[in-house]
């Protein structure tokens, strides 16, 4: 199983990027994907989330209304739109696979077995 996320990088504050998280080594679309981020001295959180079986998608209350998740299935793909950047979006970015056997919420990262290494999203003032 492989993860592997890019598309970070620096914007302005109201600007946008799209993450890509590529994944490989299991059957994409039987699973739910989540992207989370973590700040400097802070706990790592969810961002987004979907199910890629069914669509549902889940999404933190910091950015519903500017992120859209989506999933490519022919391509094994997720991807994070954000629009109207904020500084406090400035984080890591990392994508994840949830584990089916784990009873928990998508915003539960205990819940995800395998992560990406991540990617670094900076949003100046």
């Known amino acids: 199983v492989q993860l592997v996320e890019s598309g970070g990088g620096l914007v302005q504050a109201g600007g946008s990027l799209r993450l890509s998280c590529a994944a490989s080594?299991?059957?994409?679309?039987?699973?739910?994907i989540g992207w989370f981020r973590q700040a400097p001295g802070k706990e790592r959180k969810a961002v987004a989330a979907i199910n890629l079986s069914d669509g549902y998608r889940y999404y933190a209350d910091s950015v519903r209304g500017r992120f859209t998740i989506s999933g490519d299935n022919a391509k094994n793909t997720v991807y994070l739109q954000m629009d109207s950047l904020k500084p406090e979006d400035t984080a890591v970015y990392h994508c994840?696979?949830?584990?089916?056997?784990?009873?928990?919420?998508?915003?539960?990262?205990?819940?995800?077995?395998?992560w990406g290494q991540g990617t670094q999203v900076t949003v100046s003032s």
């Open positions: 994840a696979r949830k584990n089916p056997d784990i009873l928990s919420v998508p915003a539960d990262p205990e819940g995800y077995d395998y």
């Open positions: 080594g299991f059957a994409f679309d039987d699973y739910v």
